[in-house]
Antibody
Framework: QVQLQESGPGLVKPSETLSLTCAVS?????????WGWIRQPPGKGLEWIGS???????YYNPSLKSRVTISVDTSKNQFSLKLSSVTAADTAVYYC?????????????WGQGTLVTVSS | SYVLTQPPSVSVAPGKTARITCGGN??????VHWYQQKPGQAPVLVIY???DRPSGIPERFSGSNSGNTATLTISRVEAGDEADYYC???????????FGGGTKLTVL
């Protein structure tokens, strides 16, 4: 059974960089599939941030692309998100998830999510 | 950019059938996936590739997709089906995942 667990600071100051890590268990990232980040502002809908393959190939949401970096560490079986120059609008629950195949398909496993608040 | 339109809310009595729509330009040419999200929980995949059900999802959940509308149908609705539902596609013209705005299903 694939399990994903997000970790990182729950509070980030405006203009700083948000950094989160997703630890994967029950499956080796090196074996395949794309892995993604999705966020959800309080009381609002889901927004895709980006996805990464074990080779490092990435796809980013064009609306966030200038501020987003997603990387993978196959030795630790985890992948990470960095979002720079954050504002209050970046306050959200951040989920990591596994694509069931390529970057174009559904997300079949999700982490529990972690709330990140941007505030001074 | 590609937009998916869902009704903000749908209400249905227990035992009846709920239909949640997801509208998009020629959405029938894309693969649509549906997620259920209960308060305080992560989304759960309930339908993928328009009409396939993951293991563990009741047969009461079904999906269809044609023309400009995809539909998630929940038969014999139960109180436990009350949740937010989101549709999702891949937009190849902009290389991005797109989610619908979500529909809150209320069981009366």
């Amino acid at each position: 059974q694939v399990q994903l667990q997000e970790s990182g600071p729950g509070l980030v100051k405006p203009s700083e960089t948000l950094s989160l890590t997703c630890a994967v268990s029950g499956y080796s990232i090196s074996s395949g599939y794309y892995w993604g980040w999705i966020r959800q502002p309080p009381g609002k809908g889901l927004e895709w941030i980006g996805s990464i393959y074990h080779s490092g190939s990435t796809y980013y949401n064009p609306s966030l692309k200038s501020r987003v970096t997603i990387s993978v560490d196959t030795s630790k079986n985890q992948f990470s998100l960095k979002l720079s120059s954050v504002t209050a609008a970046d306050t959200a629950v951040y989920y990591c998830a596994k694509n069931s195949g390529s970057h174009e398909v559904d997300f079949d496993y999700w982490g529990q999510g972690t709330l990140v608040t941007v505030s001074s | 950019s590609y937009v998916l339109t869902q009704p903000p809310s749908v209400s249905v009595a227990p035992g009846k059938t709920a239909r949640i729509t997801c509208g998009g330009n020629n959405i029938g040419s894309k693969s649509v996936h549906w997620y259920q999200q209960k308060p305080g929980q992560a989304p759960v995949l309930v339908i993928y590739y328009d009409s396939d059900r993951p293991s563990g999802i009741p047969e009461r959940f079904s999906g269809s997709n044609s023309g400009n509308t995809a539909t998630l149908t929940i038969s014999r609705v139960e109180a436990g089906d009350e949740a937010d539902y989101y549709c999702q596609v891949w937009d190849s013209s902009s290389d991005r995942v797109v989610f619908g705005g979500g529909t809150k299903l209320t069981v009366l």
